[in-house]
Nanobody, 123 residues
Framework: VQLQASGGGLVQTGDSLRLSCAAS????????WGWFRQPPGKEREFVGA????????EYTESAKGRFAISRDNAKNTVYLQLNSLKSEDTAVYYC?????????????????WGRGTQVTVSS
């Protein structure tokens, strides 16, 4: 599975962005789609995840109510909608795919990773 994230940029506090993750290859084998981020000088952290069949998603506490993951099967693309952005959301955002047979948010269970896309929120 190959993943390509895009859509990052420089925005102001309170703005919105939609990140896209274009997937190709054996996408039918993916069970959990995930988004992670790495803030400057910090470790990579979980943002949100979506079960491939729908019906379940999960977000880190700081993302709840502001971020949303969705998927367009026809386009083989997964999205991360970022609303009400804060300066602490500044990070490189990565999309990832897991073929493990259960829903997961654990980075080590995501076998496929795309290159990151930079999101910078200016206050």
């Amino acid at each position: 599975v190959q993943l390509q994230a895009s859509g990052g940029g420089l925005v102001q506090t309170g703005d919105s962005l939609r990140l896209s993750c274009a997937a190709s290859g054996r996408t039918l084998s993916v069970r959990t789609w995930g988004w992670f981020r790495q803030p400057p000088g910090k470790e990579r952290e979980f943002v949100g995840a979506l079960w491939w069949a729908g019906g379940r998603d999960e977000y880190t506490e700081s993302a709840k109510g502001r971020f949303a993951i969705s998927r367009d099967n026809a386009k083989n693309t997964v999205y991360l909608q970022l609303n009400s952005l804060k300066s602490e959301d500044t990070a490189v955002y990565y999309c990832a795919a897991s073929t493990v047979g259960v829903f997961t948010t654990i980075p080590e269970r995501f076998r496929y990773w795309g290159r990151g896309t930079q999101v910078t929120v200016s206050s």
